[in-house]
């Protein structure tokens, strides 16, 4: 059974960056696809980046993340990363990391498509 391991969260100021890793147990059909997540507290869980982690890797990204998150596989590494620059306050919230066997490329970021989900870590910005 694959497992999510997350990590690199913390707390910054306001334009600051962070780097989260998400590291897998084994690849599998089941890591086809990796993504990030974040779930603030009362609000809705919202996807952010995802990318196959094939030999032709695309990245997809949420509107609101657009140019400031990268996501970055390391397959040798069994990694995936999510680079986050100019963060902000609502850039806080619990980061998880997630993946698929496959995705309906006109919904990336559809929750059930995602059989593996990590524990999460928590970032928080401050103004």
């Known amino acids: 059974q694959v497992q999510l391991v997350e990590s690199g969260g913390g707390s910054v100021q306001a334009g600051g960056s962070l780097k989260l890793s998400c590291v897998r147990s084994?690849?599998?059909?089941?890591?086809?696809?990796m993504a990030w997540f974040r779930q603030a507290p009362g609000k809705e869980r919202e996807g952010l980046a995802a990318i196959y982690t094939g030999p032709t890797p695309s990245p997809y990204y949420s509107d609101s993340v657009q140019g400031r998150f990268t996501i970055v596989p390391d397959n040798g590494k069994n990694t995936v990363y999510l680079q986050m620059d100019s963060l902000q306050p609502e850039d806080t919230a619990m980061y998880f990391c997630?993946?698929?066997?496959?995705?309906?490329?006109?919904?990336?970021?559809?929750?059930?498509?995602?059989?593996?989900w990590g524990q999460g870590t928590q970032v928080t910005v401050s103004s």
């Open positions: 084994a690849n599998s059909y089941l890591t086809n696809y």
């Open positions: 997630a993946s698929a066997p496959w995705i309906d490329r006109d919904n990336w970021f559809r929750s059930e498509q995602y059989k593996v």
